[in-house]
């Protein structure tokens, strides 16, 4: 049985990364209109609409106060002398295939992510680095305080790495958010699922 299927009325669409339960029909879907379009699978391009949707998560947040606040990563902490920022992972965190998100998906996902056009080729990050299963550090070349900003940003949401292929192409939407991509139409329809196995607050 379908629980919860949302629909988003944009110009975009993209392949399945859920196995189906149900079909959509009138009874079990909620509609959902907007001005948004998409024509890409990948978050540095269009991100916005997968972020929105609750199917893509960043390793922090924004608050309406514009402050940081906890996404993938628990806490982050700055090196006094600003150059390294480092990322503790919420435990038990699972992607939406069904693996294990850890340090190593995550900097895959990040450095995939600054080797195309992004926010994170503007900022001064000499690398992205493995401390521990649930730890990962981004080193600068000099302090940076608007990193938090584009850890935030939808083009730094965490994929899988089954969610790339061997030339780092994104060929499915495998994320870790309360909703899984049960079907993606570009530009205009993309259809989502609740994601039983959400690490987070669980959506009715």
């Not at 990948?42 to 916005?48: E, L, V």
């Not at 990193?147 to 730094?156: K, R, V």
């Not at 939407?173 to 699922?193: C, D, N, Q, R, S």
């Amino acid at each position: 049985m379908l629980k919860v299927i949302s629909a988003l009325g944009v110009a975009g669409a993209l392949s399945l990364s859920a196995p189906l339960l149900a079909e959509p029909t009138k009874e079990n879907t909620l509609a959902i209109k907007g001005q948004f379009e998409f024509a890409s699978l990948d978050p540095t391009r269009r991100g916005y609409v997968f972020q929105r949707m609750q199917v893509l998560e960043t390793l922090v947040n924004v608050d309406a106060k514009g402050n940081l606040t906890p996404g993938l990563a628990s806490k982050w902490e700055i090196s006094e002398d600003g150059k390294a920022w480092t990322f503790t992972l919420q435990p038990d965190v699972k992607f939406h295939n069904g693996s294990a998100l850890d340090a190593t998906a995550v900097v895959n996902s990040l450095n995939i992510a600054r080797a195309k056009p992004s926010l994170m080729q503007g900022a001064p990050i000499t690398g992205i680095e493995v401390l521990d299963p649930q730890k990962m550090r981004v080193n600068l070349a000099n302090p940076y305080s608007p990193l938090g900003a584009i850890m935030a940003n939808y083009s730094t949401a965490i994929l899988a790495p089954e969610a790339f292929d061997a030339e780092s192409n994104v060929i499915a939407v495998i994320g870790t958010g309360a909703f899984t991509a049960y079907e993606i139409a570009m530009p205009h329809k993309l259809v989502v699922e609740r994601f039983d196995d959400y690490w987070g607050k669980k959506r009715q």
